[in-house]
T-cell receptor
Framework: DQQVKQNSPSLSVQEGRISILNCDYTNSMFDYFLWYKKYPAEGPTFLISISSIKDKNEDGRFTVFLNKSAKHLSLHIVPSQPGDSAVYFCAAKGVGNQGGKLIFGQGTELSVKP | KAGVTQTPRYLIKTRGQQVTLSCSPISGHRSVSWYQQTPGQGLQFLFEYFSETQRNKGNFPGRFSGRQFSNSRSEMNVSTLELGDSALYLC??????????????FGPGTRLTVL
């Protein structure tokens, strides 16, 4: 039972264009969502997060949108740069003492071409 | 602040052996969570420790265990290693509050290879 899904294993975009990475979840008890960027053989790096009480959060070139009714979130990167090429993971967590447990999607490999 | 550190970075063991991995969290963080990353299963939660107590546990066999010390440093142990235990083991730390916006920050991981 995969509670967090990233249905696109890979995405390729041109430098300067928008990258949109998608994530769906099934558990309505999730209340905080995070995006991490990961290079091979390294740990994930935190990018941006969003609480379930919001529908949008921005940080520089990164914006995350949350649609609770559709149980869907997306990460927008504008403009995309070659250094953004990495695997992006969506993660979700629940409330209270379940907060230390992140449930991850399978990841989307983003390739930004010069 | 220094980030999360993990030692060793690489390990090679043979089947049947046991292994201990170490994690030092960000200063002031009281929660340490462990994850296993494999190509087939992705990133999976192993367990979380907070104030020296296991607070959450994932769906892994009892061969996987951990502990946390009073300085918040944590170790995880895998006994009777199997080939399928070959993976990148990641440690993450957070302040540990039960508020929903507590963010986890990851270390570089320990690459374990079981031969």
């Amino acid at each position: 039972d995969q509670q967090v899904k990233q249905n696109s294993p890979s995405l390729s975009v041109q430098e300067g264009r928008i990258s949109i990475l998608n994530c769906d979840y099934t558990n309505s008890m999730f209340d905080y969502f995070l995006w991490y960027k990961k290079y091979p053989a390294e740990g994930p790096t935190f990018l941006i997060s969003i609480s379930s009480i919001k529908d949008k959060n921005e940080d520089g070139r990164f914006t995350v949108f949350l649609n609770k009714s559709a149980k869907h979130l997306s990460l927008h990167i504008v403009p995309s740069q070659p250094g953004d090429s990495a695997v992006y993971f969506c993660a979700a967590k629940g409330v209270g003492n379940q907060g230390g447990k992140l449930i991850f999607g399978q990841g989307t490999e983003l390739s930004v071409k010069p | 602040k220094a980030g999360v550190t993990q030692t060793p970075r690489y390990l090679i063991k043979t089947r049947g052996q046991q292994v201990t991995l170490s994690c030092s969290p960000i200063s002031g963080h009281r929660s340490v969570s462990w994850y296993q990353q494999t190509p087939g299963q992705g990133l999976q939660f192993l367990f979380e420790y907070f104030s020296e107590t296991q607070r959450n546990k994932g769906n892994f066999p009892g061969r996987f265990s951990g502990r946390q010390f009073s300085n918040s440093r944590s170790e995880m142990n895998v006994s009777t290693l199997e080939l399928g235990d070959s993976a990148l083991y990641l440690c993450a730390s957070s302040s540990g509050g039960t508020g929903s916006t507590d963010t986890q920050y990851f270390g570089p991981g320990t690459r374990l290879t079981v031969l």
